[in-house]
């Protein structure tokens, strides 16, 4: 009887024992805007600080953690023997590919894969010493830390829970009607127009809180998903100011006409016609099809969203007909330069190959990669005679940005739902404003002036313009 009660109790033990083993934590997968990840990264280490984190331990792929390609944040240790209840795991790909990906359910991306850590990457992601960093509305430089993954990490594919976008989810529902849909799908949609139907209908819902006193852009602001703003710049390629005769701006009728012809003389932006400019062209480059950068740069200057551009490789080719999608095989666009880049680093990297006369380059891009293509050797452009800052877009003067989203099923529930909810109120609340290239201090108050990843949506923002169509005017409250 004795053996017989310890066996019983040594069984009961291992059961125990392999129950508590087996407890993981609640996973959460954020895809999106490549332009908005900093802000939006920034607010999940919020979310999670915030949430029994003694540290917030994060590991990513690329440059920095504001910057990931994709990476992973947990409100504790992970791997074997973690203490992490709740990991966020991102991978940006774009604003249409998230949305794709969100209502169709499907299991892709490249995710850092938490349960199947390399012993490296997780012994990396647990150290003391570069846990992320907590920043405050006047002190985002401090956001950032974690740990450089530069193995050849273990990754998996999943469905998101959550999608930040910078243009409205009706504005990438049209551009996808004009796509082709291979016959294999997308999910379970085998025809574009379900799909695009899918993308901009009502099960796609705003995360956050439904409304806030300081968001006085109405009392349905926020049902909009107005998280923050996002605004981008045009660019000229590297070598293109040492014999542009001039050229600083660029006109939004000159935007039209570049996205329609793909290559304009340089007189058209110089304002000049000497021999110089006329012999001189700039080739239009950008983003492909996942883009909401591409979305609103093209619906700023009232091209829109349904008529194919013209873009051009750093090689002065057209992108290739039928190019898919960075994330979504099955969908492309049948017209030679309708594609581009697949992320904005790409845009930049282009921008900054030396490049002599008669041939440039000019794109357009998110702040903080038109920071890292300036860096390179290219040159940031005015916009219809103003340049950038954040006093200006936030008084009307400079027009090229869009509200940013965060989105939803509404079939979302639990952990993840409320994760959701909070991120966003975050990014409103807080977040909206932090540079990925860490460049606000703690001496600085809002308004910040710097190139910030995005704007706050708060009292010092004092115009608005309406979410359709996307570039629409802008009024004064």
């Not at 996942?290 to 008529?307: C, K, L």
């Not at 979504?328 to 309708?338: A, L, R």
């Not at 869009?402 to 529930?413: A, F, I, K, R, V």
């Amino acid at each position: 009887m004795k053996t017989l009660k310890t066996l019983t109790l040594s069984l009961l033990a291992a059961a125990f024992a392999g129950t508590a083993a087996s407890a993981a934590p609640t996973i959460i997968h954020v895809v999106g805007s490549t332009a908005f990840r900093a802000p939006a990264t920034a607010a999940m280490i919020d979310y999670l600080s915030n949430n029994g984190a003694n540290a917030v331990y994060a590991g990513y792929t690329g440059s920095s953690l504001l910057g990931a390609g994709s990476a992973i944040l947990a409100n504790g240790t992970v791997g074997s023997g973690g203490t992490a209840t709740i990991v966020i795991e991102t991978y940006w790909t774009g604003s249409l590919a998230g949305l794709v990906d969100l209502v169709a359910g499907n299991n892709t991306g490249s995710y850092l894969d938490v349960n199947n850590l390399t012993t490296a990457d997780s012994t990396g992601i647990n150290t003391v010493a570069k846990e992320a960093t907590v920043g405050t509305a006047n002190n985002s430089a401090v956001y950032g830390g974690g740990y450089a993954i530069t193995d050849t990490p273990n990754t998996t594919t999943s469905a998101p829970d959550v999608t930040f976008s910078d243009s409205h989810k009706l504005t990438i529902a049209k551009e996808l009607s004009t796509a082709t849909l291979a016959p294999a799908g997308v999910g379970s949609y085998t025809s574009i127009s379900a799909l695009a139907a899918a993308v901009g209908g009502n099960t796609v819902v705003d995360s956050g809180s439904p409304s806030y006193p300081d968001n006085n852009a109405g009392t349905n602001a926020f049902s909009d998903g107005f998280v923050g703003i996002v605004p981008f710049e045009w660019v000229s390629g590297n070598g293109a100011f040492a014999n542009d005769g001039g050229v600083t701006n660029i006109s939004q009728q000159a935007v039209k006409t570049l996205l329609t012809q793909g290559v304009v003389d340089q007189a058209l932006l110089s304002g000049t016609n000497n021999a110089a400019d006329t012999a001189n062209s700039f080739y239009l480059t950008g983003r492909n099809e996942d883009s909401g950068t591409r979305i609103d740069s093209f619906s700023e200057a009232q091209f829109g969203v349904t008529t194919p551009p013209l873009q051009y490789q750093s090689n002065f080719t057209l992108f290739p007909a039928g190019s898919a999608l960075n994330t979504e095989p099955n969908i492309s666009w049948p017209q030679s330069g309708h594609s581009g880049y697949a992320s904005g680093g790409n845009v930049a990297t282009a921008l900054d190959v030396a490049e002599s006369a008669p041939s440039f380059l000019i794109g357009y891009l998110g702040v903080t990669d038109a920071v890292t293509a300036v860096s390179g050797g290219g040159k940031a452009l005015t916009y219809a005679g103003e340049a950038f800052s954040v006093p200006n877009v936030q008084n009307g003067l400079y027009t090229l940005w869009g509200y940013e989203h965060c989105y939803h099923l509404s079939t979302l529930s639990g952990t993840p739902l409320a994760a959701a909810n909070a991120i966003a109120d975050g990014v409103h609340n807080t977040n909206a404003d932090v540079a990925g290239n860490g460049k606000h201090t703690a001496a600085e108050t809002p308004p910040y002036t710097d190139a910030s990843a995005g704007i706050l949506n708060d009292l010092s923002f004092n115009v608005y313009r309406p979410v359709q169509p996307e570039g629409g005017p802008i009024s004064h409250f």
